[in-house]
Every structure is written in structure tokens, then in C-alpha cells.
């Protein structure tokens, strides 16, 4: 997952306290994504959470380019091959 950087976010019509309440949801929802992950049989590392503007398109794709080698070095999705043992 991708959003704006901490602490940088510019919404209209919403205070900075609403935001930061956003920013603390979503690092919540990651925890718990890592959380349900794990509990699953899948490494956490198989998920990410990066803080990016939409003025750092270097960066993203770096970020991006990053991850997807990450994910081939884990190999396959343990999940897709159980699904391919089952069916």
C-alpha cells in the first residue's frame, strides 16, 4: 500500500487532528494485516506500507521496484501453491 507521507497530507474540508486519526487507522490496519498474514502461514514481508507523495514518482517506483524483487526472492505465494496441491 502506498499513500501520502506522513505528516504531509493536504485534504481539504479535514482538520489535522482528523488526519492524523486517519494516519493512526491506517497503521493500525497494517498491524493487523501483518498480524492475519502470519496467523495464515504467510511471511509479513509478503506486505508493505510506504509513505509517498504524489511528487515523488522516483521514489515510488523505486519503492515498487524494490518490493517486487523482495517478492521474488520469497518465491511463490505459499497459498497459490497449496490452492494448486488441492485442485
Given at each position: ?9 493536504e ?10 486519526s ?5 497503521l493500525a ?10 496467523d495464515?502461514?504467510?511471511d509479513p ?11 515523488e514518482?522516483?521514489r515510488?517506483?523505486e ?7 523482495k517478492?521474488?526472492?520469497l ?5 497459490g501453491?497449496l490452492?494448486a496441491?488441492?485442485?
Open positions: 500500500a502506498a499513500t501520502c507521507p506522513k505528516g504531509g497530507i485534504v481539504l474540508g479535514f482538520t489535522q487532528r482528523q488526519i492524523q486517519q494516519i493512526h487507522a491506517a490496519r497494517a498491524q493487523a494485516i501483518e498480524m492475519v498474514l502470519e495464515s502461514g504467510i514481508a509478503r506486505y508493505a506500507l510506504e509513505w509517498v507523495s504524489s511528487a514518482a522516483p515510488f517506483a519503492l515498487v521496484t524494490a518490493f517486487t524483487e517478492i521474488q526472492t518465491g511463490p505465494n505459499p497459498l501453491v490452492h496441491a488441492c485442485g
